[in-house]
């Protein structure tokens, strides 16, 4: 589908659709509608994705004052670095065992919220949950043997 097919298609104009492949990603109303024409078009697996950039977008707006603290920001760019690094072979250990202490970390954050709060649904952590097990699975069965460079 071409970028003015698509315009036409969710009745926005060809340089939004552009601005959104090239410099600006589509946020709020614009990801609801890309999501629900991705649904009415039966690309199950794009509406998915668009969805979950909302709960994104939701999460990230809701804990915001969470994130912009120095600590939370410095969190996350710790994080980051070592995301960027996790095939090296120095890193890759460290790199699992942060897996699995954010999987354990995550099981007692979903023990203490029993009911929905205003940063997340239970429907959310499950989910979360999930993703996280499988992110440490993936993991576990690419982590290279001490002693062996990948």
Same mark, same amino acid.
């Given at each position: 589908?071409?970028?003015? @097919? ?34 009415? /078009? ?6 998915? &994705? ?17 994130? +912009? ?17 996790? @095939?090296?072979? /120095? ?7 942060? &897996?699995?202490? +954010? ?7 979903? &023990? &203490?919220?029993? /009911? ?6 239970? @429907? ?12 440490? #699975? #993936? ?5 290279? #043997? ?5």
């Amino acid at each position: 589908m071409t970028q003015q @097919e698509l315009a036409v298609e969710m009745e926005t104009t060809t340089t939004t659709v552009a601005r959104w492949e090239s410099s600006l990603s589509p946020r709020g109303r614009a990801l609801s509608q890309l999501a629900d024409f991705a649904a009415y /078009k039966g690309l199950t697996e794009w509406a998915a &994705l668009f969805r979950r950039a909302i709960l994104q977008e939701d999460f990230l707006d809701s804990t915001r004052q969470y994130l +912009l603290a120095d600590e939370g920001l410095d969190l996350q760019i710790g994080v980051a670095n070592v995301y960027q690094f996790r @095939e090296h072979p /120095k890193v890759a250990r460290s790199f699992s065992q942060l &897996l699995d202490a +954010l999987v354990h970390a995550h099981q007692q954050v979903a &023990l &203490l919220v029993k /009911k929905d709060t205003e940063l997340v649904t239970t @429907e959310d952590l499950i989910a979360l949950d999930g993703r996280l097990r499988q992110y440490r #699975k #993936k993991k576990q069965g690419t982590t290279p #043997k001490e002693g062996k460079q990948a």
